[in-house]
């Protein structure tokens, strides 16, 4: 990392405009990368911005372990672009994942009697036949990581942000504070109306370098990188050097 820390709500923002000056230009995949990984790499980095946009406003606000959510999606829309960027068959093997998904859901909704979707699970179904016809590999959220250079350490950021992205214990955790026992804190517990939370500016920075991955993947995907040295100078403002490629057993 640099000798000072870098400020992750500036460098958020400056990724998130140079994105959005140039996200309407036309995208043309490189040779050799799959049409519907391009165009999945685009989306997810497109909206990897657009979480940006949305968690900068909310720690601008005061709210940034509100926001807690929206960075661990943002590193999945990081992660799943970069992993697009190293698979022959990832696109597909991502749309198979979001069909058996949707055919899960339709099941239970059908099965419930909340609505009569039977007509279309049955399309459904056929198309995941279809996919596991010609889909070769379906990776788990924690196998896509593992696959990249330094995908072991996003993972355990992943499982970071997702103790606070769920309703759990370490959620109520931060609105609690331990104080003396006493007659009004019978439990020695008070409760707290704000979140007892200080990890704003870790967490910002986190989320710029997530941006930044992100848009390195739609930059290395396209077949005229527009943005090489303004990313080579934000890898070093967020002391990185980060390229994209498979882990090799790392």
């Not at 709500?9 to 049409?35: C, V, Y």
């Not at 990249?148 to 955790?173: E, K, P």
Request: hydrophobic share 40%; net charge negative; with cysteine.
């Amino acid at each position: 990392m640099p000798n000072e820390w870098p400020d992750g709500a500036k460098e958020t923002g400056r990724l998130i405009n140079l994105w959005e000056q140039h996200m309407s230009a036309r995208f043309i995949p490189r040779d050799g990368l799959h049409p519907s990984n391009a165009l999945q790499i685009w989306t997810f980095t497109h909206h990897a911005a657009r979480l940006s946009r949305a968690v900068l406003t909310l720690h601008e606000a005061g709210h940034s372990f509100e926001a807690m959510a929206l960075i661990r999606q943002t590193l999945e829309c990081a992660m799943n672009s970069a992993w697009l960027l190293l698979t022959d068959d990832g696109g597909a093997a991502l749309s198979a994942v979001d069909t058996k998904n949707r055919r899960v859901m339709y099941r239970e909704v059908t099965d419930l009697g909340l609505a009569d979707l039977s007509e279309v699970l049955r399309r459904v179904e056929e198309e995941e036949a279809r996919d596991a016809a010609t889909v070769t590999r379906t990776r788990s959220f924690e196998e896509r990581c593992r696959l990249i250079a330094g995908g072991d350490q996003i993972y355990a950021i992943w499982r970071t942000l997702s103790l606070y992205s769920h309703a759990t214990s370490s959620v109520a955790d931060i609105y609690l504070e331990q104080v003396p026992e006493s007659e009004d804190s019978p439990l020695g517990i008070t409760m707290l109306v704000n979140a007892d939370w200080d990890e704003a500016e870790t967490w910002m920075r986190v989320q710029a370098l997530m941006l930044l991955l992100a848009q390195i993947a739609a930059d290395d995907a396209h077949a005229k990188p527009m943005h090489r040295t303004q990313l080579g100078r934000a890898r070093k403002r967020l002391g990185v050097n980060w390229e994209i490629r498979e882990a090799k057993g790392e």
